[in-house]
């Protein structure tokens, strides 16, 4: 059973749009969270002005970046909000971390390369496509792949941007001068078996739906190595969007799949030897945007999503140990009182004392997008 405790705003500026959290629970009980954070130009405006630039958010930004949040144990602040090391060439999206057994702290995300407004012709004639414009975010962007990079000593430093290795049979973003590197990350990794496997997204060429990845690591996320396509739709309708990782106790490996073109459907398919090989992708009955597997010390997992229909909130589902009990486990309603669709991608950790802290961004009737999150027990 699911009881939710409380909920509490963990990270709201009004200087920034904050959004894409995950987090991970340190050795001495303290959080660590980052989140993507870019600049929020809404400050600027009168009360006079006008009510779709009062409105306006976008989810590209050339100076995004990730953020750093430092818990305690209680849930209070540990010191200020810190930006991880910018990217110098690109703005760095959705963040994706993972505490190792190691202790060591892996953050996976993507990158957004800006290109000026006045170059979009070009690069439209060139065949490549790109985002934005000069009236809807100001810059263009470039898809510039996803990358992994770590900490060993709980964020106070972190090593350089390491993009994956190029998705086999992908066509260059750009022709001969930038490999599509992994493609987007937004989802939980997973250590198993000595290894560490993660999820990645995108598009394997023009014109097709996007598929989920396996990249893979050997040694504690020094190097990496592509390792499968999970699931794709082979009739081209469906998108495979933001997948997440599961180890189950019986060795499967499950990936819990956001979609588009499948009514906000979850997708979901399995691998027994590791990533290598997989079944063919299932839909589910959750409905979320998207999910994450969090495992419980009791062996159970929580799956946790984002809910972007009318009532608008936060999600989960209490499975058992070997997820078997997807569409039918009973659904938990965390929040409900959201105001709009721009909400969600939850993330969640066990706490010390073995509480659930899930948190999302969401916002409220200020329009300004933060951080929140409920705390939960697990009974």
């Not at 910018?86 to 057994?101: H, T, Y």
């Not at 709980?154 to 001068?177: C, E, F, Q, R």
Request: with cysteine; glycine share 10%; net charge negative.
């Amino acid at each position: 059973m699911i009881k939710k405790l409380e909920d509490r705003v963990i990270y709201k500026d009004p200087f920034y749009y904050i959004a894409f959290p995950s987090c991970v629970t340190l050795a001495d009980g303290g959080v660590l969270l980052t989140c993507r954070r870019a600049l929020e130009p809404r400050w600027l405006l009168g009360e006079d002005a006008a009510e779709d630039l009062k409105k306006g958010v976008t989810h590209v930004e050339a100076r995004s970046h990730q953020a750093m949040v430092r818990l305690n144990a209680d849930l209070s602040p540990r010191g200020p909000v810190r930006p991880v090391p910018m990217n110098p060439e690109a703005a760095d999206q959705d963040g994706s971390v993972l505490r190792l057994q190691s202790g060591r702290i892996l953050l996976a995300a993507f990158s957004w390369y800006p290109f000026p407004p006045t170059f979009a012709e070009t690069v439209k004639a060139s065949g490549r496509s790109f985002h934005g414009s000069a009236d809807t975010t100001g810059s263009c962007y470039l898809t510039w792949g996803g990358f992994v990079r770590y900490t060993d000593d709980n964020g106070s430093t972190w090593t350089d941007h390491n993009y994956l290795p190029p998705i086999p049979g992908a066509p260059d973003i750009v022709p001969g001068k930038r490999p599509m590197h992994g493609g987007g990350i937004r989802g939980r990794a997973v250590e198993a078996d000595g290894e560490i496997l993660v999820p990645t997204y995108t598009s394997r060429k023009p014109g097709e739906r996007s598929a989920a990845y396996v990249y893979a690591s050997t040694d504690q996320g020094e190097t990496w190595a592509f390792r499968a396509v999970a699931a794709y739709d082979e009739a081209n309708n469906v998108d495979m969007h933001e997948p997440a990782f599961y180890h189950t106790p019986g060795g499967r490996l499950i990936c819990f799949i956001r979609t588009a073109g499948l009514n906000d459907h979850l997708v979901t398919t399995e691998s027994t030897d590791n990533g290598r090989t997989w079944s063919a992708w299932q839909e589910r009955r959750a409905t979320g945007h998207p999910y994450t597997p969090v495992p419980l010390p009791d062996g159970r997992v929580l799956l946790i999503y984002g809910y972007r229909h009318e009532p608008y909130g936060i999600r989960a589902r209490l499975l058992n140990p070997e997820c078997s009990d997807i569409d039918t486990a009973p659904e938990f309603v965390i929040r409900d009182d959201g105001p709009g669709t721009d909400l969600g991608y939850p993330w969640g950790t066990v706490l010390a004392d073995g509480r659930v802290l899930a948190v999302y961004y969401i916002y409220g009737q200020d329009g300004l997008r933060h951080i929140a999150g409920s705390v939960l027990e697990i009974v």
